[in-house]
Every structure is written in structure tokens, then in C-alpha cells.
């Protein structure tokens, strides 16, 4: 059964950092194109991060420059460190992954829009002073 479970969320003040994990159980990520969204209130889910199966990393805007997505392939997880961390960051963040975009060269331009098979639950972040 494939799982996916994120943590490290939290509440962090503007300007600080925080790293998400998202640890993987029933695969390995070496096969799979894995994905960050998050989602605020009353706001639709926004794609934050991408990372494919040819470890092409994708970025929103919005975070570019800021935040950095890595695997660790022996731990079976995948993180996205957060710096610099504005009140606008403040959602609940879920992690996602897909074999199929693993196949993909190039993922830019339709990661955040295509179809993720497999969720986690989400992490809140809580950016606030």
C-alpha cells in the first residue's frame, strides 16, 4: 500500500525557516515524480514544488529562490526546506507523487495542473509573529 506521510509543520516567524518531510512507505521514490502544494483558507490549492524522475526540480513563483526541494533515496523521503518565510506562506501543505510523471522529461509548465495519484495528509505552517 503505497503511503505518503508529511510532517514538520508548524508555527514560524516571518523570516524564519522550516523543512517539511514527506516519508514514503510501499515505493521508492526512485520511480516516482514527486510533488508540494499547499492549500490556505479559502484559497484553491497552489503547486509549490516539483521534483521528477530525472531529479529536474520544478518551483511556483511564489517560492522560487526561497524554498528548495531534495529526496533522500536510502531514508525514502523527500523534504522542501522553506527560508525566508512570509504570512503568505501560511497554508496546510501536502505532498504527492506519481509514477507516471517519473516518465516525463520535462514536467515544467504542467506539474502544479496534472492529475498526483498517491496524497498525504497535510502539514500545517503557520507563519505569524
Known amino acids: 500500500e503505497v503511503q505518503l506521510q508529511a510532517s514538520g509543520g508548524g508555527l514560524v516567524q516571518p523570516g524564519g525557516s522550516l523543512r517539511l518531510s514527506c516519508a514514503a512507505s510501499g515505493f521508492t521514490f526512485d520511480n516516482y515524480a514527486i510533488a508540494w502544494f499547499r492549500q490556505a483558507p479559502g484559497k484553491e490549492r497552489e503547486g509549490i514544488s516539483c521534483?521528477?524522475?530525472?531529479?529536474?526540480?520544478y518551483y511556483a513563483d511564489s517560492v522560487k529562490g526561497r524554498f528548495t526541494i531534495s529526496t533522500d533515496n536510502a531514508k525514502n523521503t523527500v523534504y522542501l526546506q522553506m527560508n525566508s518565510l512570509k504570512p503568505e506562506d501560511t497554508a496546510v501543505y501536502y505532498c504527492?507523487?506519481?509514477?507516471?510523471?517519473?516518465?516525463?522529461?520535462?514536467?515544467?509548465?504542467?506539474?502544479?495542473?496534472?492529475?498526483?495519484?498517491?496524497w498525504g495528509q497535510g502539514t500545517l505552517v503557520t507563519v505569524s509573529s
Open positions: 521534483i521528477g524522475g530525472n531529479g529536474n526540480t
Open positions: 504527492a507523487a506519481d509514477p507516471l510523471w517519473a516518465l516525463i522529461p520535462d514536467l515544467g509548465g504542467r506539474w502544479y495542473r496534472i492529475s498526483w495519484r498517491d
